[in-house]
């Protein structure tokens, strides 16, 4: 029988001594006991009481089939929530985005933040016009291309159209100098993209894994129209739409945190790249713990970042995305009730083999509860199984769970530049 620590290390694919050292640190600095083994037996707790609930007895709990009954759950979730938001066509929602919007901004309505001036921005392209755009649209200019394709689509397009040499060197050029007196106040926006820009995504998409992104410097979060029409691409897109949302609130946030700095124009470009450091932290006998502002699972699930107790701000963004989520229930009344179901399931997952929750052992397979998860693995049904939202969830929650939420989140804020906090 393996203890709480072995099961949460198990978890977080890192060797037991990992979590005991770090529970160790944790309770000699909080004065707290028994911390991860309350999250340990809280995650088992909330895996039989879900499993009941769905009805599946201890001895079908399967690998397969627990990972094929919670699927099955967000499938029918994904069905109620496209009728509801009237069976989407987002190839026709570029001018008007209807319930898709109204029910986005409903949930989480948008606040003001720091974003670039849209000025600032065009004159960034003047100077450094995006030819391949141009061409395709034969337009002779930027100004002309503006004019035509609207603000708002041509920059969200460079991402999926220009090359990364081009991108990286737009960059370079417009953010090198970046000032203060660049940005201003203004609300966020969502964009549906037009149809026509489907013809120049694909690339995009085969990169990204999904059609929804964000323009963090400009307050812009973007949809590319591709139909829908495979289950489990509803919800995703929406608690996307939701996640992005909290994104560039906190990016808008660090914005104005960097606003006075003489280093202004280098912290911003941090930012936007989504550092993060890759040297050894300071051994000062202080507990230094890495900031992890991007999922490094997508790029290489064994980066060894990945396997040290870490901070991800992008964890709780889901986390606050999937609370929203749960709202839905509120909003479409009795088909929404099963959205706030996944409320708190975020850093939920386990072991199963042989119509068993246990250890892991040979054969064993981890299954995440996490709703992106699952939505994600819904769509990929036949490529892989998603588990690293809910593996950085685990991590964050650990932290929360010791020092409080919002003293953890704030600290995060304060240190995002140096890249790891000190406790």
């Known amino acids: 029988m393996i203890n709480y620590q072995e099961k949460i290390a198990m978890i977080l694919r890192v060797p037991t001594e990992t979590i005991a050292r770090l529970e160790e640190r944790l309770n000699l600095m909080t004065g707290k006991q028994g911390i991860i083994k309350k999250i340990s037996d809280e995650n088992d707790i909330i895996i039989d009481r879900v499993l009941n609930e769905l009805g599946l007895t201890n001895g079908d709990r399967s690998a397969e089939s627990v990972h094929n009954l919670l699927i099955k759950r967000i499938e029918s979730i994904d069905d109620g929530l496209f009728e509801y938001l009237g069976k989407p066509d987002l190839a026709k929602m570029s001018h008007v985005c209807g319930k898709l919007c109204q029910t986005a901004e409903k949930i989480h309505e948008f606040k003001r933040g720091l974003f670039l001036k849209k000025d600032v921005a065009l004159d960034a392209l003047r100077n450094f016009p995006p030819q391949k755009i141009l061409d395709y649209f034969k337009c002779a200019d930027v100004d002309e291309l503006i004019r035509e394709k609207g603000f708002e689509s041509v920059f969200c397009a460079l991402r999926f159209v220009e090359s990364q040499e081009w991108m990286h060197e737009f960059f370079e050029k417009t953010y090198a100098n970046i000032k203060p007196s660049d940005f201003e106040e203004r609300l966020p926006m969502l964009h549906i993209l037009e149809a026509e820009w489907l013809n120049v995504a694909e690339k995009f998409l085969k990169r990204k894994y999904h059609n929804v992104s964000h323009l963090k410097e400009l307050g812009i979060i973007f949809v590319i129209p591709l139909p829908i029409d495979t289950k489990g691409e509803t919800v995703r897109l929406f608690s996307l739409i939701l996640h992005y949302m909290y994104e560039v609130e906190f990016y808008s946030d660090l914005f104005r945190q960097y606003i006075d700095d003489q280093d202004f124009s280098l912290k911003i470009q ?13 051994d000062d006998g202080r507990l230094n713990i890495r900031i992890v502002q991007r999922y490094l699972a997508k790029i290489d699930e064994r980066d060894p970042r990945l396997f040290e107790p870490h901070l991800n701000p992008e964890a709780e963004h889901w986390y606050m995305a999937e609370r929203d989520f749960g709202h839905l229930g509120k909003i479409m009344g009795k088909e929404g009730m ?7 399931l975020d850093f939920v997952g386990g072991y199963f083999k042989d119509g068993v929750y246990s250890g892991k052992e040979n054969g064993d397979v981890l299954v995440s509860f ?25 991590w964050n929650k650990i932290f929360f ?4 939420a919002k003293e953890v989140k704030e600290k995060i804020k304060l240190n995002m530049f140096k890249g790891y906090i000190t406790f």
């Open 401 to 404: 769970d010791y020092f409080g």
């Open 270 to 282: 941090s930012l936007l790249r989504g550092d993060v450091i890759d040297y050894v932290l300071p």
């Open 370 to 394: 996490d709703l992106i998860d699952l939505a994600m693995s819904l769509i990929d049904r036949n490529r892989i199984k998603y588990l690293y939202h809910q593996q950085e969830a685990l």
């Open 338 to 344: 099963a959205t706030g179901y996944w409320t708190g």
